[in-house]
């Protein structure tokens, strides 16, 4: 069985949990519609680690799993950006999410987990090094509309893929080549090759001739 | 085209000089021609060299020992300028590396490394940590090391990277600002705390990143966070207990900026009572910022010290109306009382975040036949400025980097004329601004030299589309609404090295770099200048001719500062930070700021010498306890035991 098939398999079975948990979610609320938004308990959120179960390793944290209700929702997505602007998120994040005084937002490096329950919990209770606590400010439906708009950015990590992002078992990146063809505000002055010598170098001390272009004292 | 190439490559590295050759003969032979009396000699000052292009004298006070560097800008008039000149244009191709330390720390390196006794003190961004190097041990090993413990929660309020400015010394101490908001004082010998003064609450936004500055029994200290909605100060504390002696606000009623009788400003705009609320919309000043994060110099004569305060808050002016006094000033104080006796804003009702913290730097200088006070100013709004020190009256004002916010400058009122165009409104897009945010020169402080009369300066060539929204002041959270994006000016290039001739207010030649230049300068009497780029190349530079003598390309690129010291073998180095960081990777999104071949971050302090000899190094070089170049054939590796 190569990787790919192993993630699959992962991908699947995540699926089938989550499927379950949410039929179960919607009988509980007794609603028919497909769309209907119920939010994971306080009480489940509170069984979310931060780090591994010890002694436990195999252990399945059932919150861990659970999807935001509005991760595909688009008005939720919109409101949740109308959010992050009005209560400053972009100040710390950048107006794109990519970073400015906080950590970028967009990428699948996340310091207290990129899993949408676990960036709900960030949001809600704040980090250490400045990230404010939101959860007496904002009520929790409006923090997963939050979380919905971070997902839309393409960044964090989804919850069928939390298994080996959290072994790190997925590809690593490239980056210079993007970075090349983003730059279209690179700067243009010319980069120049060093050539090759053919032979000895003058010694850098000997007086060069001057040339145009060059400083004249 | 290979020739060229080739020519251009054997006298300047990567670097591309562009002189202003008929401008520089200009200025020359004006200036020998029109000087008018011979400056009044100050028993303090530098000895001018007889080749000196303004006639200006720089006072040397305080007058530290040649060999040292005890604060950052070595001297109260804040000119960077070393009188050393072992190395000198005729040798400075031969540096090379020394020995180099490394902290341990990835933030930018914004500091200079002070010497003081034989003793390197090197400061590191967050968590602020301050080693002592034993300069007269061969490999200059940690002698001790301070770790202050700031608060974790300072890492996500500063605006700029967690860096910091840089140490200053004072009466056996080492006194410094944490991140979070306190100012600790550190005994030099043992590397104990002596005593911590809290300034701030972290929590607010508020943090502190400049360094302290230090005159007779006073250090002065100021905060910063103007993206944050802070309201900014400035504070004297005693250096000996750490208790503050007076702080004034940069907002607020004139008892709070520390405004009364004696307070002269030279123009009318800045004349009246309580401009610190009345420029404001009710209340607004309470979080406008004016945050002091950048350089203070004092004129030991006058007894005024001379720094500037930040932009105000929220960067989106459509919320504030008004000049919004007393931020983007400059202000001249009573050292000892904190009253402020003139003050002049550079940016009225700033919309660019054009703070005026940058350094001033103090020079008596002829100008049309007599000699005036001024304090010279490479302003955030690319505005070069010469300012009479003892009334605030400008005397010149000429853009030295590329803009176009202002279409001249009134010099009536002393103020830049704003093009309407270039004034942003919420939620209209704005193309092409220049300066951007960062200015056409940020905080990096440039070096003056009394031999040429001329100002040294990293600046930039960048413009910003900016689009203003709406801030909400929520605390704990930024108090912002500027969403930019920042590219190269017309050139292409992002930085620029300049010499700045302050009598006439004009380029006296230039050297334009690809990245960001955004490190310190130093001069020396060497008739050398020394800069970085925010690629990593560090360039020693004839300082009359503008060319370049000498370039290195560090691990990391280069936004610390560099000095020079003397040995205790009285061998004459250079020592410069190399980490990338600060505003210069700050928002990561700017891909123009950094490109593909951009550096990474990094931590090594590079010490030089010519041809990198120092006690411990070199071919053979074997070190002991006892005898710093002692050889120990017994032992065969070089090592201590």
Redesign the interface.
């Known amino acids: 069985m190569n990787l790919r098939a192993i993630y699959s398999a992962i991908g699947i079975a995540a699926l089938a949990l989550l499927s379950a948990l949410g039929g179960c979610k919607h009988s509980e609320g007794g609603s028919t519609t497909t769309r209907a938004v119920s939010f994971p308990s306080d009480d489940l959120i509170g069984t979310v680690p931060l780090g591994q179960v010890a002694g436990e390793p195999a252990r399945a944290v059932t919150a861990l799993s659970m999807d935001n209700p509005y991760h595909d929702n688009p008005q939720a997505i919109q409101q949740g950006k109308q959010l992050y ?8 994040h ?3 999410g ?5 950590p ?1 937002l967009t990428d699948t490096e996340w310091r207290y987990g990129g899993l949408p329950i676990q960036i709900y919990e960030t949001i809600r209770d704040g ?6 606590a939101w959860g007496a ?1 904002l009520p929790p439906d409006e923090i997963w509309k939050l979380v919905a708009y971070i997902q839309s950015l393409g960044g964090t990590v989804s919850v069928s893929d939390y298994e080996h992002s959290r072994q790190g078992d997925q590809p690593g990146e490239q ?3 993007e ?2 063809a ?8 010319p ?5 090759i010598p053919a032979k000895t ?2 010694p ?2 000997s007086p ?2 001057a ?1 145009a ?5 | 085209m290979w020739d060229w190439v080739d020519g251009f490559l054997r006298a300047h590295g990567n670097a591309r000089p562009l002189k202003f050759v008929p401008l520089a003969l200009l200025i020359a032979a004006s200036s020998s021609c029109s000087r008018p009396s011979t400056p009044v000699q100050d028993s303090h000052a530098y000895d001018a060299g007889s080749g000196s292009l303004t006639g200006a004298t720089l006072n040397a006070a305080p007058n530290d020992p040649p060999g040292e560097w005890r604060s950052q800008a070595r001297d109260y008039a804040n000119t960077r300028y070393s009188t050393l000149d072992q190395i000198n244009t005729s040798n400075v191709s031969r540096l090379r590396v020394a020995w180099t330390f490394s902290d341990g720390t990835l933030n930018g390196h914004e500091a200079a490394p002070l010497v003081v006794d034989n003793t390197m003190y090197v400061v590191t961004p967050f968590p602020d940590i301050l080693y002592a190097l034993d300069l007269t041990r061969a490999g200059e090993p940690i002698k001790w090391t301070f770790k202050p413990n700031p608060a974790p929660m300072a890492k996500g309020k500063a605006c700029c990277d967690t860096v910091t400015r840089g140490v200053a010394y004072a009466n056996g101490k080492l006194i410094y600002n944490l991140l979070d908001d306190h100012t600790v004082a550190v005994d030099a010998k043992t590397g104990k705390e002596v005593w911590r003064t809290k300034m701030g609450n972290v929590e607010t936004g508020e943090t502190m990143t400049m360094a302290p500055f230090v005159v007779g029994n006073k250090v002065l200290v100021g905060d910063s966070g103007g993206e944050m909605g802070v309201w900014g100060w400035i504070a004297a504390l005693d250096v000996d207990s750490g208790k503050e002696l007076w702080r004034a606000y940069s907002t607020g009623s004139d008892q709070q900026v520390r405004i009364g009788d004696d307070f002269k400003p030279f123009y009318e705009r800045m004349k009246g009572k309580d401009l610190g609320t009345s420029t404001w919309p009710a209340d607004m000043w309470k979080h406008g910022a004016g945050s002091v994060w950048g350089w203070i110099s004092y004129d030991p004569q006058l007894k005024l010290i001379y720094y500037g305060t930040s932009n105000p808050s929220p960067r989106v002016p459509d919320q504030r109306p008004g000049d919004n006094l007393w931020t983007s000033t400059i202000f001249a104080r009573d050292v000892d009382t904190g009253m402020a006796r003139w003050a002049y804003q550079t940016t009225p009702h700033d919309r660019w975040d054009y703070d005026a913290v940058n350094e001033d730097i103090l020079m008596d200088l002829p100008i049309n036949g007599q000699v005036r006070k001024v304090l010279v100013h490479l302003d955030r709004n690319a505005y070069g400025y010469t300012i009479d020190r003892v009334t605030g009256e400008v005397l010149e004002a000429a853009p030295f980097a590329y803009q176009n916010w202002s279409t001249g400058f009134d010099m009536k009122t002393g103020t830049p004329v704003v093009d309407p165009d270039k004034e942003p409104h919420p939620n209209v897009k704005l193309v092409n601004v220049c300066p951007p945010d960062i200015g056409g020169k940020d905080w990096q402080p440039s070096a003056a030299s009394p031999r040429t009369g001329l100002v040294y300066a990293d600046i930039f060539n960048i413009c910003m589309d900016v689009t203003d929204i709406e801030a909400s002041y929520i605390p704990s959270s930024p108090f912002d609404g500027m969403d930019m994006n920042r590219y190269p000016a017309p050139g292409g290039n992002l930085g620029e090295f300049i010499a700045w001739n302050p009598a006439t207010g004009k380029k006296v030649w230039s050297i334009k770099e690809i990245y960001m230049t955004m490190s310190g300068v130093l001069a020396t009497a060497g008739d050398v200048v020394f800069y970085g780029t925010a690629d990593g190349w560090f360039r020693a530079v004839d300082a009359r001719s503008g060319k370049v003598l000498w370039s290195q390309k560090l691990g990391s690129g280069i936004i610390g500062q560099p000095i020079t010291y003397l040995g205790l073998d009285h061998r004459q180095y250079i020592a410069i930070s190399a980490g990338i960081g600060g505003a210069a990777t700050v928002r990561a999104d700017v891909i123009a700021l950094r490109p593909f071949d951009f550096p990474a971050g990094g931590n090594t302090l590079y010490v030089f010498s010519i041809d990198g000899d120092s006690m411990s190094s070199g071919p053979g070089q074997m070190t002991s306890k006892d005898n710093v170049s002692k050889a120990q054939p017994e032992t065969g590796n070089g090592t201590q035991h």
């Open positions: 602007i009005k209560m400053n998120c972009a100040g710390c950048a107006y794109n990519k970073g400015n005084m906080g970028d980090r250490p090094q400045g990230m404010p400010a980056v210079a080549p970075a090349q983003d730059a279209q505000f690179a700067p243009t002055m980069i120049f090759p060093i050539p170098q003058t850098s001390s060069t001739p040339k272009g060059e400083p004249k004292p």
